[in-house]
């Protein structure tokens, strides 16, 4: 077999479509829209080279629109769980022995069709299921998972590459094994490309996967397996089964050769799930490795020497694009008194403006929050700030779900700082709002740090710089994508890894080398060329 070290295409990150009026990204996807949603689907389960049915069909609807119906799930299981995992270890030897160029051709060929013939089909998936506009769809269902892709490979080889030194005579090297067994992927609703990446990157280190996403982005789940059918991805590689959490995680974290899990999603799963994996501790070959990004409460520090204008542009887009079911998005902001006046002005201007409605209408800027149980979620938030004599709706507070699951972009001030709002994840178009005494920056800073239990992202606002070195030390734990003078969302691949610590996740950074070398168990091989052939050392001889 020929050999050679080969040099893998540069990563760059996949330039962002605009969708502007008559551009012919926005025509075909308006086209692509529009046959989707007139077409019902089917989606099967993917167990090794098998598309599984079971008659037990549940609905995907659209959120802006719940009464559409986009098609159907076939929903699995216990034995289905057990035939994936079974599928995903007959599936390993092979895959795992495949030349590592070929498993970066096979991901590098899937964000050439993500970027390419995929690109309106996968973004109209996501704006249809989950809800996105085209501007939120295309950052994430093409660019990002396009990113995912081709960064990783990237990341595989500087991994690979990585060796140690060797003495005279000796040659030290360093293989990076799969982990032994199957990895679990359980993957959240609010990302294309993490669905994508969580079991994706854990294949391209060589391991084969059980996954599950989201009850509400099956439907663009099923795009995501044809891309990896069409690129190559070899059958039981990676097996996608649909069924309830509970019934699925008995099955996976009972099992021997279970290896790891790769989760986003909220705190209340993670915790349960390390709880069970603990318990199970010694029913397993390997300790599995564990990785998770969770939840958030993500914040905007405002300092007085911070520009008004800016910071009310961050609230904006921070806290309601994609109505807030970003785990990075702002939903508490601490703003000096001087200057709140003028950033309220801003951010009611800016929500006046904003329309709300279907994906569909490309000038609507906020669209409808996943499903009816976060809808009666965020509700139940808005109406108790209502109820509240700490707290006053100065923007929004309504809600309906007749049509669709809509909420408005919703602005709460509040005189207690640890109203709930100020400290529980709500993942809706809700940002709730104190105002301090300028002179009390110091006293605002630890107040960021000790309100919530996250520390997830975190964004400061100042134009002094002796203040911002101050903000950046003190919130040094608060979040692991930290923000000057910008909103706290929007991380790249390759520029801003993301991830964040405390109950916000265990901080392994996915977009970079450090989420990939989780799905390694590295071998050391010592090789002595001329192997010593007496065991008596120097040392030992007499003195004379």
């Not at 030194?165 to 199957?182: D, H, T």
């Not at 996403?213 to 070899?234: C, H, R, W």
């Not at 109820?387 to 699951?405: E, F, H």
């Not at 400290?423 to 002179?439: D, N």
């Amino acid at each position: 077999m020929p050999k050679g070290v080969y040099n893998v295409p540069v990563a760059k990150n996949e330039p962002v479509l605009s969708y502007a009026p008559g551009s012919p990204e926005r025509i075909r996807l308006q086209d692509t829209l529009a046959e989707m949603r007139a077409t019902q689907v089917e989606v099967p389960m993917y167990i090794g080279g098998d598309e599984v049915t079971t008659g037990n069909l549940k609905p995907m609807v659209c959120p802006h629109d719940h009464q559409h119906i986009l098609g159907h799930f076939h929903e699995g299981d216990a034995s289905h769980v057990e035939d994936a995992i079974n599928a995903a270890l007959g599936a390993k030897r092979m895959w795992e022995d495949l030349a590592w160029e070929h498993r970066a051709a096979i991901f590098l060929k899937a964000a050439d069709l993500i970027a390419g013939p995929y690109r309106a089909k996968i973004n109209a998936a996501t704006m249809l299921a989950q809800s996105k506009n085209a501007f939120q769809a295309e950052i994430d269902a093409a660019c990002e998972f396009a990113d995912f892709l081709r960064f990783n490979v990237q990341y595989m080889v500087d991994i690979y590459k990585q060796q140690p030194e060797s003495a005279p005579g000796i040659w030290n090297k360093v293989e990076q094994r799969p982990l032994e067994g199957f990895i679990f992927a359980l993957t959240p609703f609010n990302f294309t490309a993490i669905a994508g990446n969580l079991p994706a990157s854990c294949a391209m280190m060589g391991n084969t996967i059980v996954w599950k996403a989201s009850n509400t982005q099956i439907y663009s789940a099923k795009v995501l397996m044809d891309v990896f059918k069409e690129a190559g991805v070899p059958d039981g590689v990676i097996n996608l089964v649909h069924g309830s959490g509970p019934v699925i995680g008995d099955v996976v974290f009972n099992h021997p050769d279970f290896a790891g899990i790769h989760f986003t999603g909220s705190t209340g799963v993670f915790q349960h799930i390390w709880k069970t994996i603990g318990e199970n501790i010694q029913k397993y070959k390997s300790y599995p490795r564990v990785v998770g990004e969770t939840g958030g409460k993500d914040f905007i520090a405002v300092h007085e020497s911070a520009n008004p204008i800016q910071v009310a542009t961050a609230i904006t887009r921070g806290a309601f694009e994609y109505q807030g079911q970003k785990c990075s998005a702002a939903s508490r902001a601490y703003i000096p008194k001087s200057m709140w006046s003028e950033v309220e002005a801003k951010v009611k201007e800016d929500l006046a403006s904003i329309k709300m409605g279907p994906v569909e209408d490309f000038t609507n800027f906020v669209n409808a929050v996943i499903d009816e149980r976060s809808f009666d979620k965020i509700a139940g938030y808005i109406d108790r700030a209502k109820a509240s004599d700490k707290c006053t709706i100065i923007a929004g507070g309504n809600y309906d779900k007749s049509v669709g699951y809509f909420v408005e972009p919703t602005v709460i001030l509040t005189e207690d700082p640890m109203y709930e709002t100020m400290q529980e994840e709500i993942f809706g178009p809700v940002i709730t709002i104190y105002t301090y005494e300028g002179s009390r920056y110091e006293e605002m800073l630890e107040l960021v740090d000790s309100t919530s239990p996250y520390a997830l992202t975190g964004a400061i606002f100042s134009q002094d710089r002796y203040a911002l070195e101050f903000g950046v030390r003190k919130l040094r734990n608060a979040a692991g994508n930290f923000y000057i003078n910008d909103k706290p969302t929007g991380a790249v691949v390759g520029q801003q890894p993301f991830g964040g610590a405390r109950a916000s996740g265990t901080n392994d950074k996915a977009g970079s080398a450090l989420n990939l070398q989780r799905w390694v168990s590295p071998r050391l091989i010592k090789e002595t060329f001329v192997s010593p052939t007496d065991y008596r050392y120097p040392f030992l001889g007499e003195d004379k």
